[in-house]
């Protein structure tokens, strides 16, 4: 993944397009740096009795990206969560960087927040980038405590 820096949220005196993205591409950086380095089978182990696990969650935030910005339908949201056998860290990682720049350049290119996020009747791309912090921010929760139970690693 490209963007592995630590770089802290968006600077407090940003307009609002650049807060926005600016807070989802920090919480991006986090869930991708949790499932980074962790060998196999822990990082496709579940964590609880649902079966989440660390690999699926980086699955699942890629096709939810992919969805809200690209328009690219989810046939089945459970399985996003469930990586196949084989489905690497590496290449999982890769699509999801992939999936941000994408996503990115259509953002950029966004002059009015409160227009569709694409062209098929979707919502503003405001709501769009709340609605990326929120599931990205709860899936690197996630990540933080299924990441702790692997290895004992704590922290951003």
Known sequence: MARTKDTGPPATAAD???TLLGFLNYLRDAIAAKVAEVPEPEVRAAGVPSGTNLLGLIKHVTAVERLYFLGEPISNLRRTFRPTRTETVEGLLAAYQEAIEEANKIVERCT???????????PSMRWVLVHLIEETGRHAGHADILREHIDGATGR
Not at 113 to 121: I, N, Q, V
Request: aromatic share 0%.
């Open 112 to 122: 009015d927040l409160t227009a569709p996020a694409r062209g098929d009747g979707a």
């Open 16 to 18: 609002e397009k650049s």
